[in-house]
């Protein structure tokens, strides 16, 4: 753990390795981001998207919030999508939850949260609609472990809900959307392998919105 003046000593060492590494690192960082990915995460400070995933800056676009979550009335990530898609071309949008996430551990107690009480509502009704799946599973950590899978399938439908994603998608094959959990015991990250396209066909029935009224 380091201090606050030592997170600026910090700051020189990366400065002074990057520099060793690449001397022209800094001056292409500053002319313009093309990331490939981008990443929605959780807040949780053990969750370092571009450590994890082991890319540089300028590599990923990030957008995070406790237990990540995408609601087509937050306008924070609804912009973040919006111009990750449209304007930095991303091939991959990536929802990536982590087992553990304290967000998800509070939306399963059935109780009155205060203020989180709006935000949470949004994984209650993720166990709503797996509430089957879930009320069968007995062990309560595996529970857990499935909820937090489960959030992060209907976190993805919801992106791929956005007519910016599916008419970018129709127009260039890209953006795929994957769906992961970070294991922060192992530090490993596992692909749900959600089967992008046909989630895509399949919610099109109802949410189709390629082409304009
Ligand atoms: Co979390």
Known sequence: MS??????????K??????????DFFNRLASEQNPDYLFIGCSDSRVPPN?????DPGEIFVHRNIANLVCSTDLNVMSV???????LDVKHIIVCGHYGCGGVKAAMQPKDLGILNGWLRNIRDVYRLHKDELNAITDEKSRYDRLVELNVQEQCINVIK????????????????HGWVFDMKTGLLKDLNLDFEKILRGIQEIYNLTEKE
Do not use: H
């Open 51 to 55: 450590e994890i995933m082991g890319l």
């Open 81 to 87: 999508i919006n111009y990750g898609v449209r304007q």
């Open 162 to 177: 956005l007519a910016s994603v599916q008419q970018e998608f129709e127009k260039t094959g890209y953006p795929i959307v």
């Open 14 to 23: 990366w400065v002074a390795s990057k520099t060793k590494e690449d001397a």
């Open 3 to 12: 201090t606050y003046e030592e997170v600026f000593a910090n700051n020189l």
